[in-house]
């Protein structure tokens, strides 16, 4: 038996149990199943060809998911698997938000038991047959499936998963449930997230300052990034926002690193203009990984350690009583990356995947190129 922190609940008089499973537990106890219509070679997974670049070992997820005739889960959707993935390395990376912080709520096939921590108490031990399978999601599959589709990124990290269990509940109710959940969806327009502001959404100044910034960035036609940052969840484009907007808040909101309260105010005004300056010189300067397929200088990791370096690029431009602003001057500044740096630096199967690269060790690397542009005192 496995044995889970829970809380008793009743409702109705139904008993269930409100539970946290570990990433580990999720992937053993949990059996995924989609309806099957009785045709033959029908694959449990809908949404488009497999595309060569993913991430996800589709072979062997689709393995792991069953069709039954008496099944009620739909089809999974390739696409929302491939995007929940996606977000769960954003979570990963950036460390700002839970990937699954909602519970989702699951069905046990055999008895379990409850151990209260005192008599009377709702706070107790919720105990699990430890056997494959034995759990089946009513609502949350394609979180959990992409959960089992990303586990090996996850480690040794603590993870928890919040779960609704229910003991043995009658299949007619568990379907009764499914259909309630999925019958009706309440989604905001994808026009309207995105025409959304960082200051309509945001409270927080340097917050807003920061989504303003990605929004130039991404809507700009000027900009490198144009149409390559997936706002809100929305969009075609590549790149998370999450990440890049923790980035640009911290940057916002350490005021002495731009010059003290007076400069970081007025570069807040000036600051869409600035980097979209700015990350159009890194375009220029490491042409072939910016617009070469095998590198990683568009990725989260390294325009985060872009940005995190932007205060180093402003204090030599203020040093030269340049405008920030001003494309010439950024170049100048930044020239040093180009011989100290180089494209290569980027290549996703070569340096940067041979030296582990980070964040840290990125923006260290292009601060001491700016602090030592000939290569001395390293």
Known sequence: MISVAAIRMQQFGVQFYQASLTANDID??????????????????RGGKKQPQSKIKWDVLERRIASSEKAYQRHI????????????????????????????????????????VEAGSLLGRLKVPER?????AIDGQHRLLALHADIENFADEPFSVPAIIFDRLPEDHVVQMFVTINAKHTR???????????????????????????????????????????LLGVGRGRVAQAPLAQEFKKLFANEEALGGARKAAEFR???????????????SLFESAWNGRKYSIRSATALR???????????????????????????????????????????TEGAWKRQGTTVDQLAKELKLALQYPEGAGV
């Open 269 to 283: 005004e000036e600051s869409k203009k600035f980097f979209v300056n700015y990350l159009k010189q890194v375009a």
């Open 77 to 116: 959707i390739r696409r929302k698997i491939e995007e929940l993935v996606q977000y769960y390395e954003q979570c990963r990376q950036a460390r700002d938000l839970p990937s699954i912080p909602g519970a989702v709520i699951i069905s046990a096939d055999e008895k379990l038991s409850f151990d209260p």
């Open 132 to 136: 494959e399978g034995v759990l089946r």
């Open 188 to 230: 905001l327009n994808s026009s309207h997230l995105v025409s959304l502001s960082g200051r309509q959404l945001y409270r927080d100044e340097s917050l807003a300052a920061a989504h303003d910034v990605v929004r130039a960035l991404n809507d700009r036609d000027e900009s490198p990034l144009h149409g390559e940052i997936k």
């Open 305 to 347: 350690a872009f940005i995190r370096v932007a205060p180093d690029v402003i204090q030599r431009i203020d040093q030269l009583h340049a405008d920030r602003t001003d494309y010439r001057a950024i170049g100048r500044v930044i020239a040093p990356w180009g011989r100290r740096i180089g494209a290569l630096r980027f290549e």
């Open 28 to 45: 053993k106890l949990v059996r995924f199943e989609v309806l099957s219509y009785n045709d033959q070679g029908q694959t449990p997974v």
